[in-house]
């Protein structure tokens, strides 16, 4: 069976562009979550999204959004982006309220 | 303010001893605890999960505990093995943060040497 796949696993961006970090769920799962984590932090949850809707967001600005599909994948999207966002994105699928399954993770670069 | 703390000085012990990770909260009611291992550039795995109502629980060589008074849970990797070596993060979750937002700590760096 497939994990949680994201794509891409690694982008630069220059400051005020946006990004599209993509996530495709464990089959089965209908929770998909978004989390950053800065070097020598831990995750910091952004966003959960259950059957596309909405479900939690975390302390982040406007600039950071996200959708869920039909299909259960996701994207996550950051406009105007700041050398403060240069981090790893994971996303997390579950199929309860219990273990989160990650993905590689997204390492993005902001210069 | 809320807080989930774990050691931010790596541990180093040697092959075959019982690593020791610590997770302390303030603030925070979780209904349950989890216990992820992180390599370098790679996402969490999930190890372990422990509810408020459980005071142990085990798995092959790791073992958690979870005391809901001094709101602390230990977390114990028995006869201990280089491949364990890792960035041990736990996470809650429980009423005052929403049952689909993990809080992570900012993870224990474990390294065991032959």
């Known amino acids: 069976d497939a994990g949680v796949t994201q794509s891409p696993t690694h982008l630069i961006k220059t400051r005020g562009q946006h990004v599209t970090l993509r996530c495709s769920p464990i089959?089965?799962?209908?929770?998909v979550s978004w989390y950053q984590q800065v070097l020598g932090q831990g995750p910091q949850f952004i966003f959960q999204?259950?059957?596309?809707?909405?479900?939690g967001r975390g302390n982040f600005p406007d600039r950071f959004s996200a959708r869920q599909f039909p299909n259960y994948s996701s994207e996550l999207n950051v406009n105007a982006l700041l050398l403060g966002d240069s981090a790893l994105y994971l996303c997390?699928?579950?199929?309860?309220?219990?273990?989160?399954?990650f993905g590689q993770g997204t390492r993005l670069t902001v210069v | 303010s809320q807080k989930i703390e774990q050691n931010s000085e790596a541990l180093n012990i040697q092959e075959g001893k019982t690593a020791t990770l610590t997770c302390n909260y303030t603030?925070?009611?979780?209904?349950?605890l989890q216990w992820y291992r992180q390599d370098p550039g790679r996402g969490p795995v999930f190890l372990l999960l422990?509810?408020?109502?459980?005071k142990e629980k085990r798995k092959e060589r790791l073992k958690v505990t979870f005391d809901t008074t001094l709101k602390q849970s230990l977390f114990h990797i028995t006869a201990s093995q280089p491949a364990d070596s890792a960035t041990y993060l736990c996470?809650?979750?429980?009423?005052?943060?929403?049952?689909?937002?993990?809080?992570f700590g900012t993870g224990t760096r474990l390294l065991v040497s032959p």
């Open positions: 999204y259950y059957e596309k809707e909405e479900r």
């Open positions: 996470a809650l979750a429980g009423v005052n943060t929403g049952f689909q937002k993990l809080v």
């Open positions: 089959s089965g799962h209908k929770s």
């Open positions: 603030n925070y009611s979780p209904a349950y």
């Open positions: 997390a699928s579950s199929a309860s309220y219990t273990e989160a399954f």
């Open positions: 422990i509810r408020e109502n459980e």
